[in-house]
C-alpha cells in the first residue's frame, strides 16, 4: 500500500538518544538532590514525554516541581545534551531512497520541537522531511496528531512509524495506520499488543516494503 505521508518518530527510531538523555535526567535530578539512576534504568523511559518519565523516576505528583526538572533537564540538552545522540545505522541510506521513490516524510516526536530540530539539522537530513513536529508546550502525540491532520499537513491515508507503544496508540487514536520498528527502545510483545499493520525490525525492511510495486 502506498501512503500519502510515511511519518517518523525520532528517538528510538531514527536515532538514539540514550547517552544525552541519560546524562540529562540525572543532571536535573542531582539538581533537586534526588539521587542519579542508572543508564538501563533511564533508558526504558525513552519515548513517551518527559513529564511521564520524570514522573516515574520521582514518583512526584506535583506538576510543578516536574515543570522544574524539566527546565533545568532542557538547560543541559538544549546546550550539549542534543549532541550526545548517534544516528542508527542505515537511517540516512533509508531516508534517502524513500525520498528518491517520491514518498512523502515527516517527523512527529514527543521531543521538543527546537531540540528534534537541532538533532535533524546536526545529522543533516532535515532535508528529508516535508514537516518536523514536536511540542512546545504539554500535550501527547494523539493530539499532535490530530493537529496535523486537522491542519491537512498530512491525510488519513499516513503511517506513523516508532520504536513505542505509545506511537502506535497515537496513531491509531487518530485512524492512521502504524508501524514498529525494533531497533529502539520498544519491545516486539509492546508493539505487537498494539497490533501494527507492520513491525520492521532493520531500515532496509522498510524500505522495502514502501518502494515494493
Known sequence: M????LIFDLDGTLSDPKLGVVRCMNYALSSFDYAPRG??????YIGPPLEETIQKLTGSQDEQHIDEMIVR?????FEIGYTENELYP???EMLSVLKNNNLAMGVCTSKHQTAA???????????YFE????????TIKAKQLEKLLGANTISKNSIMIGDRSVDL???KSNGLAKAGVLWGYGTSDELNAEDPEYVF??????VETFTAD
Open 39 to 44: 543508564e538501563d534504568e533511564i533508558a526504558q
Open 90 to 92: 542505515n537511517i540516512e
Open 201 to 206: 525490525s532493520s531500515p532496509r525492511e522498510l
Open 169 to 171: 496508540i497515537a496513531a
Open 117 to 127: 530540530e537541532k538533532i535533524l539539522e546536526r545529522f543533516e537530513i532535515t532535508k
Open 131 to 138: 514537516f518536523i513536529d514536536g511540542p512546545t508546550e504539554k
Open 2 to 5: 502506498r501512503f500519502d505521508f
Open 73 to 77: 533537564y532542557r538547560e543541559r540538552y
